[in-house]
Every structure is written in structure tokens, then in C-alpha cells.
């Protein structure tokens, strides 16, 4: 009962980061197609300004994914961790690397230096979200069963892989709705339509890469399979798709401002979708969420636990992502300070 | 390791976790709040930042304390643990010298680092107000709290020496059990038990541990070799602790150096050997934390969770080879990361110098130039500041606080 509920929590948790840290990603993947210096400048600066105060906030979720496994579901966790240790551990070079490249190219003048910290940035956008998506795969079709070794076939199978790239296009769509959002918050109209197109493209790839996904990795995933075209599962992924639909038609409108919980509401109900297509199963068919589950009292005080956060990140949340959508949060440059130095000795 | 302990000690991390949440939030708020937020609304939105940091120790030494002196379960038949208290499985005998001790040094760093810029600066020529409260902001903080981390790391190691005795002996190098335990100032432990080099100083070690020449100190030998760190890792621990009680030891001299002036001229010392030494203080803290968590870690060995599950143990089944590549990646990442972020840093602050000596700065040399923090005024009466003549206008506090 309690490891339910937590499996649940920890359910929420992953769609959590989907959201915040797909946002994250696809904005740096808007970053790495936007062009060369002279065309991409005007785009490479939207993304900037939009993603420097929420970045890091958006991936904690992720720590919060991580120790909800390791105390609720050690099995779990030492399951997962054993066979794909080496996408899991690229994930991870991959957010310090791009973590670094977004923080140090801002500060940086010189061109070429600018282009390797993008780059940086830019590049792991894509491989973290692939990796993370891949063992996603790997979880899903059942392949990162407790007591498996590492070996390549677990993560980089044809549903590993269709799973990482689904999770690029989803991250790609949900940063072109938002960065649609915030060209239009800074009344940069070309900028609008510029995002909202791509917008429109990835919602395309993802619809396309779903259909292959589903008929190539069929066989592989018959569970996970089953409960998606049946039932609740399907219900949700009919759900998601009509929020995705109401996106694509959010986007073209006045107020793309909507679109952003329409796309948000689309990539959870997916993952929320996945879930209840694995019931009972952590790891289908070889792993429940009873088996793995850790002792009792850790589960209920990590039921406290997330009580507690709701209650203490919750509204500190909500103020960072008013402020930030209020536009009271901006970076100081050289020439603000130098302004406010001019006016402190006046 | 997880799959087993991850249900006993891993809600620590939980508390981390917000902890982790909250320092996001409200850290974004603060860095980006400064042009737009009312000062006062700014300045508030801070004070969670503190609190935050001292959570998320809570969490982190939290699990180390227990990887240190674990209880809150018992084993079944199996080996496996049941019956988990989380209450016993965070607050572990360990936890509460630990975190003072960790909390206390993180501030003292901290304090150290910042002052030590300053200090660089100082030295450099820099006098203005700006720089003087750069400098004793930080710098206070950290003296007061060096003779306390001295009172601090004391009763930790008093208190390893009755909880975790192994770890004692090897931290000290006492190879018999026994009374009138002799000091080693470093020395190098042989696989035989005697030491080589070293200063030796009688009886010592039996009085730091319980005040008396009669104090049973228990060695190495008490436990099985194959329970016990090996004779080049007890060394190892050895040294890193004696190299961060000596840093320690330092660290209050300078303390009492600065009292001193203050007490006595309201002013900060003149000598540019104190301003050196200021300077040299922030690297030392740092390699004085790392001492503290090499003396912590190599000296538990070989265990991961003490007396329940060696290293060996835990390590899954992935090869040798694949485990020193990725260890290798990850070192060459953080090599480089650390090295363009001092990179960057310096090429901003070699800008702002010429900014300083009033060359213009550069104008935009391509998109997006404008760069975060920028450098202090350049102003004629900030450069007037820069003479020495103390008493320059307030013209160079920081831009933001106008």
C-alpha cells in the first residue's frame, strides 16, 4: 500500500523532470540548430535570457527521481544502476558538461570561445535527454531485470534507442513552445514565429517516432505495449494527444502563453501512461513494485518527506517561476553596474 | 551498496533533496533578483539561502555518519537488514560531531576564499572601501570561527577515538594496544608496526585522547589485518590529518594576528606578511577540508559500512577496465571544467583591470558581449580610491547596492 504510494510519487517525480528538465533540454537544442553566429544570435539570446534563472531548479527534479529510488526501491535502484551504469554515467558527464558550457559562455567575449562553451551546452542537450531516454528503454522493454549485468544490449536496443529519441523530440517540442511563450513575453514577433514553427515540427517528429516506436519495438515490450492500447493506459494517451492537438492550435493563437501547460500536460500524461501500462511492474514482468520495495518505516517517512517538500518547495517554486515570468528576474551586466555605480556617486 | 542500505540510510538524501530545491530557487532569485526586486525584497529572499545550505549538510553527513558508525536495523538470517529505524539511522553516534564539524569548516572556507581575493588585492594595491569590507566581511567570520573548529575537530577526534577506534589508530599510527601511546608528528607506519621518520613526542597521544599518560589507546592489531586499513593507507590517513591539524593550528594564529590589531588599533594589521598569509588561507582551508574527508574515508577502510559491508563487497560486477575509463572521463571533464572556469575568470578580471587603469573598455567586439557581474566603477574617483589615501568616497561599493 505505502510502496504504492510511493511508486506513484516517484511516477510524478520522473514526469516532473520530463517537463522541467525537457523544457531545459529542448531549449538547448534550439540552441545547437539556431545557425551560425550572425543568425542564430537573435535566438541564442532568447534561449539565454528565458533559461538562466529556472535551469537549475528545472533539474533538481532529477535528484528528487534518484533518492526516491534508492530509499524506496533499493532493488530498483541497484537494478537499474548495475546494467546501464554507462548511459546513466553519460547522462550525468553530459549535465555537468553542459551545466559548465551554459554558465561559461556567458561571460566569455571571444567568438571561438564562445562557440566551444556552446557547444558544450548545445551538444550534451542532446546526448543527457538520449541517455536518460534510453534507459528509460531499457527499463521499459524489460531489460534491466534485477541481476543483469551491464552489457551494450540492454540500453542501446531499437526500443532503448526509439526512447531516446523520443525523448529529444519531446524535449525539442516542449522548449519551442516555451521559448514561443517568452518571444512573445518580450515582443520579439518574429522570434514568435520563428519557435512556433519548430514547434510544429517537433510535435511532428514525435507523432512520427511514437508510430515507429510502437510498431518496431512491439515485440520487445508486449507488456508495456498492451497497456498503453488498453484500458486506462490508452485512455491517457488519448488524452495526451488531444492536449498535444490543443498545443499545436494554442501556439497559433494570441496567447501562446496556454500552450505551455497544453504541451506540459501532453509529455506527463505520457509518462503517466507509461506507468500505468507497467503495473504492477518497476521492471516488467520481472520486478513488482512490492518486490522491490524497501522496509515499510523509510516508505512512510519518505511519504513525510514529500509532504514536507510540497509544502516548503511548492510555494518557493511558484515564486521563482512568477518572478521569473514577471521578468523580475534578469542577469546584471557590465553596464548595469557601471550605470549604478554612475548614479550611487551622483 | 543502494540495493542493500539504500531503505536504512537513504532518506537523508530526501532532506537533501528539498534542501537542494530551495537552494536552486531561491539562488536564482538572488543572482537575477538585483535589478528588478525592491532592495529589501531581495535581501529577504536570500536569507532562505543559509538555512538551505545547512539542511542539505543535514542530508549529506547525515549518510556519511552512518556509513561511519551504521545502526537503526538488525540483520536477518540472510544478511539482509530489517527492522529500520530511521530515527536511529540518522542521528548516528558520528552525526553530531560530524556535522558541526563540516558546517563549521564550510563557513570557515568560505569565509577564507572570499577574504583571500580580497587579500590579493590588497596586496595588489587595492584600498578602497569596497575592498577593505570585502575583505573583513569574511574574514571575521572565519577568525571567530577558527578557534571554535579548533574546540570542534578536538572532540570529533575524541570522539572517532571511542566510536570508531580502528579508524583512531590509523589516523595516529598506533600499531599495539596499549598505555603512554607516543605522538607521531607524520612519520610513515611499516608493515612491521614500528615507524620511520617523524617526530616522536612521548606519552602525547594517550593525553590528547583521554587527558592522562594512562589512557588505553587501541591499535591496529586489535582487529584482524583483513578488518583494518593497510599500513600505506593508515599512513595516508595519518598524514592528511596531521596536515589538516597543522593548517588548523595556523589558521588561529592568523586569527589571533587580526584580533590582535583590531582589539588594539581598530584597523586591520599592516604588515603585508599578514596579507600574504590571508591570501595563502583560503587555498590552505580548502586542502584542509580535503585532509578531513581523506582522513574520514581512507581510515574506515576497508569497509564502506563499518564492521557490515567492506568496499569489495559492494562493487558490482562491471570490469576493472570500464570502471578506471569512466573514472578517467570524469576526471579529464572536471580538469577541464575547472580549468576554463579559471580560465574565464581571470580573463574577466584582467578586463576589468585595464577597465580600472581607465582604459575604455572594449566595445562590443560581437554579439552579445555584455557580461554578467560587471567590474567595479572606473570611475576618476574610484581610481582616486585606489591611491592610498583611505578616506576615498563610497563611490566604489558595489554597483549593486545603489
Known amino acids: 500500500m505505502t510502496a504504492d504510494a510511493v511508486a506513484w510519487i516517484l511516477l510524478l517525480a520522473v514526469a516532473a523532470y520530463a517537463c522541467g528538465g525537457g523544457v531545459d533540454y529542448g531549449a538547448g537544442f534550439w540552441d545547437l540548430f539556431a545557425g551560425g553566429a550572425e543568425r542564430g544570435e537573435r535566438p541564442r539570446r532568447l534561449i539565454d535570457h528565458a533559461m538562466a534563472p529556472v535551469w537549475e531548479t528545472n533539474n533538481v527534479w532529477l535528484v528528487f527521481v534518484l533518492i526516491l529510488m534508492w530509499t524506496g526501491f533499493p532493488v530498483l535502484f541497484e537494478a537499474v544502476f548495475s546494467a546501464m551504469w554507462l548511459p546513466l554515467a553519460l547522462a550525468a558527464v553530459g549535465l555537468v558538461l553542459r551545466g559548465a558550457g551554459f554558465a561559461l559562455r556567458k561571460p566569455t567575449r571571444r567568438l571561438a570561445r564562445r562557440r566551444i562553451y556552446g557547444a558544450a551546452f548545445a551538444v550534451c542537450s542532446l546526448l543527457t535527454p538520449f541517455f536518460l531516454g534510453a534507459a528509460a528503454g531499457g527499463v521499459a522493454s524489460g531489460r534491466a531485470a534485477p541481476g543483469v549485468t551491464a552489457s551494450a544490449e540492454v540500453w542501446a536496443n531499437a526500443t532503448s534507442v526509439v526512447a531516446g529519441l523520443l525523448a529529444i523530440a519531446a524535449t525539442a517540442f516542449l522548449g519551442a513552445v516555451f521559448l514561443t511563450a517568452d518571444a512573445r513575453r518580450f515582443g520579439e514577433r518574429d522570434l514568435v514565429i520563428y519557435f512556433r514553427l519548430r514547434a510544429w515540427c517537433s510535435l511532428v517528429a514525435v507523432g512520427v517516432l511514437a508510430l515507429i516506436g510502437l510498431s518496431v519495438t512491439r515485440k520487445h515490450t508486449t ?99 512568477r518572478l521569473d515570468t514577471h521578468g523580475m528576474l534578469e542577469a546584471q551586466t557590465d553596464a548595469d553596474v557601471e550605470r549604478g555605480a554612475a548614479q550611487g556617486q551622483r | 551498496m543502494m540495493g542493500r542500505w539504500g531503505d536504512v540510510f537513504g532518506l537523508g538524501f530526501g532532506i537533501e533533496a528539498w534542501a537542494f530545491f530551495l537552494e536552486a530557487v531561491f539562488i536564482a532569485v538572488y543572482l537575477y533578483g538585483w535589478r528588478r526586486l525592491k532592495p529589501w525584497t531581495h535581501f529577504w529572499l536570500g536569507v532562505p539561502l543559509p538555512l538551505a545550505a545547512l539542511m542539505g549538510a543535514f542530508g549529506i553527513i547525515g549518510a556519511n555518519a552512518w556509513m561511519n558508525t ?44 572570499v577574504a583571500g581575493i580580497y587579500a590579493v588585492g ?280 545603489r
Request: proline content about 7%; overall charge positive.
Open chain 1, 223 to 321: 507488456y508495456v505495449y498492451h497497456g498503453l492500447t488498453h484500458g486506462f493506459g490508452l485512455l491517457l494517451v488519448l488524452l495526451s494527444i488531444a492536449a498535444a492537438a490543443a498545443t499545436a492550435l494554442l501556439i497559433g493563437t494570441h496567447a501562446p502563453g496556454w500552450a505551455r501547460y497544453t504541451s506540459v500536460a501532453s509529455v506527463a500524461l505520457v509518462i503517466a501512461a507509461w506507468g500505468i501500462a507497467q503495473r504492477p511492474y518497476l521492471v516488467p514482468t520481472s520486478l513488482t513494485v512490492q518486490q522491490a520495495a524497501g522496509a515499510t518505516k523509510p516508505l512512510q517517512w519518505l511519504m513525510l518527506v514529500t509532504a514536507i517538500a510540497l509544502v516548503l518547495v511548492g510555494p518557493a517554486l511558484v515564486l521563482l517561476y
Open chain 2, 122 to 401: 590588497w596586496l595588489r594595491g587595492r584600498r578602497d572601501r569596497y575592498h577593505k569590507l570585502g575583505f573583513c566581511v569574511p574574514f571575521t567570520i572565519a577568525a571567530v570561527l577558527t578557534p571554535l573548529q579548533f574546540f570542534l575537530g578536538d572532540d570529533i577526534a575524541r570522539q572517532i577515538f571511542h566510536k570508531q577506534p580502528v579508524k583512531f589508530a590509523a589516523a595516529e599510527i598506533v600499531w599495539d594496544t596499549g598505555t603512554h601511546v607516543p605522538e607521531y608528528l607524520f612519520g610513515r607506519l611499516q608493515p612491521d608496526g614500528t615507524v620511520k621518520g617523524g617526530l616522536k613526542i612521548s606519552d602525547l597521544n594517550s593525553i590528547l585522547a583521554g587527558f592522562s599518560r594512562d589512557t588505553q589507546v587501541t591499535g591496529l592489531t586489535s582487529v584482524p589485518a583483513a578488518d583494518r586499513p593497510t599500513t600505506a593507507e593508515a599512513t595516508l590517513a595519518h598524514w592528511t590529518f596531521d596536515i589538516m591539524a597543522m593548517i588548523g593550528s595556523a589558521l588561529i594564529l592568523l586569527a589571533l594576528w587580526y584580533g590582535w590589531c583590531w582589539l588594539r588599533r581598530r584597523d586591520l594589521p599592516r604588515s603585508r606578511w599578514f596579507f600574504r598569509c590571508a591570501a595563502l588561507a583560503g587555498a590552505a582551508s580548502v586542502v584542509t577540508v580535503e585532509c578531513g574527508w581523506i582522513t574520514t574515508e581512507v581510515g574506515r577502510q576497508p569497509w564502506i559500512v563499518y564492521r557490515n559491508m567492506r568496499v569489495s563487497d559492494a562493487v558490482t560486477p562491471t570490469s576493472a577496465a570500464a570502471l578506471w575509463t569512466m573514472f578517467g572521463i570524469v576526471v579529464v571533464v572536471y580538469v577541464l571544467v575547472f580549468g576554463a572556469f579559471m580560465g574565464v575568470v581571470l580573463r574577466m578580471s584582467r578586463r576589468w583591470q585595464r577597465a580600472d587603469l581607465g582604459l575604455v573598455r572594449p566595445a562590443a567586439d560581437g554579439p552579445e558581449t555584455d557580461t554578467p557581474y560587471g567590474p567595479r566603477p572606473e570611475l576618476p574617483a574610484a581610481r582616486a580610491a585606489d591611491a592610498p589615501s583611505p578616506q576615498g568616497p563610497d563611490a566604489s561599493a558595489p554597483g549593486s547596492m
Open chain 2, 70 to 113: 551504521p545502526q537503526g536495523f538488525t540483520l536477518d538470517a540472510a544478511g539482509r537488514p530489517v527492522n529500520v529505524s530511521v530515527q536511529q539511522a540518522v542521528f548516528t553516534p558520528m552525526f553530531g560531531p560530524q556535522y558541526w564539524h563540516f558546517v563549521v569548516a564550510m563557513y570557515l572556507t568560505a569565509g577564507y576564499v
